[in-house]
């Protein structure tokens, strides 16, 4: 990494190239792209996920972004740069944000020290806002968060907390439930209208379940790595009573706990070193 780039500034090499939006989707540069009228809708679609709301979700219109416009045909894409779908968002960003990955990940750890400074309900929907682009099967996002702030609100999750979780969480600005909606198929005429989804679910339990927590964490990790993003630190645990905490905070949406995750701006004093990870070869195979 050059000096200029530390400061900020964007050596040409790495600036990003101005790839189509269906070029992303593509085969090699030889043949033709083929992209189906359903794939380009889903660009548009993919824009339109539930809000953080007050006990209710929508679409926001303003959400629609004027660059993915379904312009292209099913056999003739049109990939000229005067086709507003093909402008990329930020062509100022670097291809790989190094800055980036270091705050998400070689920088980000878990904290269970934190500094007295608030966390304001824009950051936290910033937050989720970001989250929520997180992919999810079916579009299906059965994840809810409920930000837990105020000292009373606090002091109600304190009983249901694991012994050594109970300091850092009480010090803590915020402290998300990740939940999951057992009934998140309800949306999916709204979040999936290509086909029936639904249906998928209503009659099979087992397979929303599985697909309600599998989905929900993912999305948990999501926010944890959003709030990175923009610039806070965070403290995932599960140690706690889920029963309790569904009980005293889940009842009335009929929603499950997942995880907590404790948000705010982490104290690195006596932060322990990192913990060893597992090499590639120990965690991975390539086939
Ligand atoms: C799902 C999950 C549950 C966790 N539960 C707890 C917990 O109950 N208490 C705690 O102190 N840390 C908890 N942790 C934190 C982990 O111990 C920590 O992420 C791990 O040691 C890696 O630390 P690092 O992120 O600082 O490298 C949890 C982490 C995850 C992802």
Same mark, same amino acid.
């Given at each position: 990494?050059?000096?200029?780039?530390?400061?900020?500034?964007?050596?040409?090499?790495?600036?990003?190239?101005?790839?189509?939006?269906?070029?992303?989707?593509? @085969? *090699?540069? /030889?043949?033709?792209?083929?992209?189906? %009228?359903?794939?380009?809708? +889903?660009?548009?679609?993919?824009?339109?996920? #539930?809000?953080?709301?007050?006990?209710?979700?929508?679409?926001?219109?303003?959400?629609?972004?004027?660059?993915?416009?379904?312009?292209?045909?099913?056999?003739?894409?049109?990939?000229?740069?005067?086709?507003?779908?093909?402008?990329?968002?930020?062509?100022?960003?670097?291809?790989?944000?190094?800055?980036?990955?270091?705050?998400?990940?070689?920088?980000?750890?878990?904290?269970?020290?934190?500094?007295?400074?608030?966390?304001?309900?824009?950051?936290?929907?910033?937050?989720?806002?970001?989250?929520?682009? @997180? *992919?999810? /099967?079916?579009?299906?996002?059965?994840? %809810?968060?409920?930000?837990? +702030?105020?000292?009373?609100?606090?002091?109600? #999750?304190?009983?249901?907390?694991?012994?050594?979780?109970?300091?850092?969480?009480?010090?803590?600005?915020?402290?998300?439930?990740?939940?999951?909606?057992?009934?998140?198929?309800?949306?999916?005429?709204?979040?999936?209208?290509?086909?029936?989804?639904?249906?998928?679910?209503?009659?099979?339990?087992?397979?929303?379940?599985?697909?309600?927590?599998?989905?929900?964490?993912?999305?948990?990790?999501?926010?944890?790595?959003?709030?990175?993003?923009?610039?806070?630190?965070?403290?995932?645990?599960?140690?706690?009573?889920?029963?309790?905490?569904?009980?005293?905070?889940?009842?009335?949406?009929?929603? +499950?706990?997942?995880?907590?995750?404790?948000?705010?701006?982490?104290?690195?004093?006596?932060?322990?070193?990192?913990?060893?990870?597992?090499?590639?070869?120990?965690?991975?195979?390539?086939?």
């Amino acid at each position: 990494m050059t000096g200029q780039e530390k400061g900020g500034t964007l050596s040409p090499d790495r600036v990003i190239r101005s790839y189509p939006v269906a070029s992303l989707h593509a @085969g *090699p540069e /030889s043949e033709p792209p083929k992209i189906s %009228r359903p794939k380009i809708s +889903r660009i548009a679609w993919l824009t339109g996920r #539930l809000t953080a709301g007050q006990g209710h979700c929508h679409i926001r219109s303003s959400d629609m972004s004027s660059t993915m416009t379904d312009t292209a045909t099913p056999s003739q894409p049109d990939n000229s740069p005067d086709n507003p779908a093909n402008a990329l968002l930020h062509p100022e960003l670097p291809a790989l944000d190094e800055r980036l990955a270091t705050s998400l990940f070689r920088d980000g750890r878990s904290f269970d020290r934190w500094k007295p400074l608030p966390v304001s309900d824009e950051t936290l929907r910033t937050v989720y806002d970001l989250a929520r682009l @997180g *992919p999810t /099967s079916g579009n299906s996002c059965p994840a %809810r968060f409920v930000f837990i +702030r105020h000292p009373e609100a606090k002091q109600k #999750l304190r009983p249901a907390l694991s012994s050594g979780n109970v300091e850092k969480t009480m010090q803590a600005p915020v402290t998300v439930i990740v939940a999951h909606d057992p009934l998140f198929y309800d949306r999916l005429p709204h979040l999936w209208p290509y086909e029936d989804a639904r249906d998928w679910f209503v009659h099979n339990a087992a397979l929303a379940e599985e697909t309600a927590i599998r989905n929900a964490t993912l999305q948990g990790a999501y926010l944890l790595l959003a709030a990175r993003a923009v610039g806070l630190d965070a403290g995932p645990m599960s140690g706690f009573d889920r029963a309790k905490v569904d009980a005293a905070f889940l009842m009335p949406q009929g929603w +499950r706990s997942e995880f907590l995750i404790n948000l705010g701006y982490g104290d690195p004093e006596d932060l322990p070193p990192r913990a060893p990870r597992l090499t590639f070869k120990e965690a991975c195979e390539i086939l």
